[in-house]
């Protein structure tokens, strides 16, 4: 039988109300009961969405969940990114490509949308940034069987999820002291 437990001692956990903004990041030890047990250890770090409160009233048809929806990426390579009832699931693996895009027009960068241009889906709460991350197979949607190629997540720590993807940031990386 497996259990996950979430390890509360962990220096870099938050707690689920945490409204900073700032990546929660978590511990989950999963028990393995095979043979003499062995202990796996997950770490995930979760990206928040940056949501604009004056559009909370065209948020609220997609029953988005601000402290439990966003982009969570996993040490064993996984990525999920969840927006009220719509989830996308891949593999780090999967990830081409993370960059950051900017400056949206404020009636196309709220709710779930599927791209007009392209097969892109888009997970926006504001109209001022988010993470753009390419995949070399498409991944489904309930919005489009045949998949997507890109997703956009308008998260609060943009510099975060794209490096967590790979990704070149618009900030360099903080140099050791």
Known sequence: ???IREDSGCPHT???DDTSGRPVRRDKVRLHTSGAGTYIVTKMTRFRYAIDK???PVLLPFLLRPTKDGVSVTDEGSVVATFG???ITTSLSN???AHITRNYRWWTAFGVRASRADDGLTFGTNHDGG???HFAEKVPSALRRSGHSALTVTVADLNGLTRALGGETEDPPASPT
Request: aromatic share 16%; net charge neutral.
């Open 95 to 97: 990830i081409t490509g």
């Open 131 to 133: 993470v753009c991350m």
């Open 85 to 87: 009832l719509f989830k």
């Open 1 to 3: 039988m497996n259990e």
């Open 14 to 16: 938050f707690s689920d």
């Open 54 to 56: 004056r559009y909370l």
